[in-house]
């Protein structure tokens, strides 16, 4: 995922200097302006590497969500958007992409003050995936067409797929920049108005997204950004009778009450994922162990790991785990060390919330006490203790009915399990509610093609991990949830068909 970024080298203390002259928009963004909270309710969005208030963000309510899904159903009927020929809206993503590129730097330094993200990781993932997303998602715009019925000759039928309407965007934390354009572009590019509400703990990247949206030419109403906590002004959304889909990227527990919500209401569309417990299998015949515990470091102490499909669950066959586990400790230690997250040295910066640090260490203290080994780390970094932060973490002895075995842990915690043979890591692999992604080391064709088709998840890596393009789709099974993002199946989860029969 090392993609070259057109942006000039800072020092960390040019990163410092810049943070502090930085504009922090906190205000919703809603028909083409910036607009304070209807009741003037504000929280405070805190930088997780030192606990400073960045700024106030406003806070919105029912009466923000009314007003921001008005602008978007109202830009939606008058067609300027949701009508517009395909090419022109083309256009006017493609131009987007440019502007968004223009401002990568600053993209990359909100994101970073916002959630912890380390600065580098921002320039060299985030943005360039980001961008990746939105032009390859406008590139597509054209390519989106219905189809004409085998008939008899006196009958024309055909296919439309057409947009929704309004559709909520409600993203989470750990990529704001990211993840949000994973939900917006597909649904814009499918000529739909967005009312998007940021994650609360890292809200401020959106607000620049939807002015430089207007900028590049689109109408104004057609994507607005609500900010807000989950569970009033997400809820809110969710239960709005004129929002026509929820795109929903968080907890399994709040995309649970997104399904209820749309019951509740007018049985808007919904579409969810809601992370996961990936298994990540190595098999004694793997070919380069040092390589695959490469890979395994990043798929589990990546973004800290505060990733959904992190994969924290290593199953190693019996005979190799010892091996194993000390080249990962070896690869955490070299590649995933914790630092100022403004530096552009730094890999690992802080997780995104004392409460979410309190949350990790708490699932630490558990293995230990389920009799799990601890193998490095579990423990917050000397001389760091001002921030959020937890070093890389490995426990070996792990089984895998133990909570941190079972249950989504969103930190740098990596559980090591043996199995005696490929049949008993497949077993493994599948004794879970999620199902998100699972990846396999085997230079075996036939365990690999089996893992691949036996595995119960959304996406499979074989000799790699979290790898792919934006052909692939991104989603899960089980509880994992039921939505896709990237590809063209993304775009048209944001249309429904229309069939029409003629008779001439």
């Excluded at 055909?158 to 649904?187: D, E, R, S």
């Excluded at 579409?271 to 298994?279: H, R, W």
């Excluded at 002895?397 to 049949?423: H, L, T, Y």
């Amino acid at each position: 995922m090392s993609i070259a970024v057109n942006a000039a080298p800072k020092t960390s203390l040019d990163w410092h200097q810049w943070a502090e002259r930085l504009h922090l928009e906190g205000r919703h963004f809603i028909d083409g302006q910036f607009v304070h909270a209807k009741g003037s309710g504000v929280f405070p969005t805190v930088n997780p590497a030192n606990q400073q208030i960045l700024t106030q963000v406003a806070r919105g309510q029912s009466a923000d969500v009314d007003t921001a899904v008005q602008a978007a159903r109202v830009a939606f009927q008058k067609g300027a958007w949701s009508r517009m020929a395909p090419r022109a809206r083309m256009a006017v993503m493609l131009r987007w992409a440019e502007l968004i590129e223009k401002h990568s730097d600053e993209f990359a330094l909100l994101d970073t003050l916002d959630m912890g993200k380390p600065i580098s990781e921002m320039l060299q993932v985030d943005i360039p995936l980001g961008l990746l997303c939105l032009r390859f998602t406008a590139e597509c715009i054209d390519k989106l067409s219905g189809r004409v019925g085998a008939t008899p000759s006196h009958v024309l039928s055909y296919v439309l797929h057409q947009p929704l309407g309004v559709v909520a965007c409600i993203v989470p934390w750990n990529y704001p920049f990211l993840m949000t354009l994973w939900k917006i572009a597909p649904a814009l590019a499918a000529g739909n108005s967005v009312v998007l509400k940021p994650a609360e703990q890292a809200p401020l990247s959106a607000a620049l997204l939807a002015r430089l949206f207007v900028e590049a030419g689109g109408p104004p109403g057609v994507f607005n950004v609500v900010q807000g906590l989950g569970e009033e002004c997400g809820k809110a959304l969710a239960l709005h009778m004129d929002v026509d889909k929820i795109a929903f990227t968080g907890s399994g527990e709040v995309g649970k009450l997104m399904q209820i919500y749309a019951g509740q209401s007018n049985m808007k569309k919904v579409t969810t994922e809601c992370g996961g417990k990936s298994p990540h299998v190595v098999m004694a015949d793997v070919k380069d162990l040092d390589l695959a515990a490469t890979w395994a470091a990043m798929g589990v102490f990546g973004n800290q790991g505060e990733v959904c499909c992190a994969g924290s669950r290593l199953i190693v066959e019996r005979g190799i785990e010892k091996e194993f586990v000390e080249a990962l400790r070896r690869k955490a230690h070299a590649l995933h060390q914790p630092g100022d997250p403004l530096d552009p040295l730094t890999q690992m910066g802080p997780l995104v919330t004392r409460e979410h640090q309190q949350r990790v260490l708490g699932y630490i203290d558990i293995a230990r006490k389920e009799g799990a080994q601890c193998e490095l780390g579990g423990d917050v970094p000397q001389g760091m203790e001002a921030g959020a932060y937890v070093s890389p973490t490995i426990f070996s002895q792990v089984n895998n009915s133990m909570r941190v075995a079972q249950e989504e842990i969103f930190g740098p915690v990596a559980c090591v399990m043996v199995a005696d043979d490929f049949d008993d890591a497949l077993r493994i692999a599948n004794n879970s509610r999620f199902g998100l992604a699972a990846g396999i080391w085997t230079r075996d064709v036939d365990k690999a093609l089996r893992f691949a088709r036996d595995v119960e998840c959304g996406m499979v890596y074989v000799n790699s991990y979290m790898d792919g393009d934006m052909q692939m789709p991104f989603g899960g099974w089980k509880e994992s949830g039921n939505g896709r993002d990237k590809c063209m199946e993304a775009i048209v989860s944001y249309t429904q068909s229309k069939g029409v029969w003629i008779t001439l």
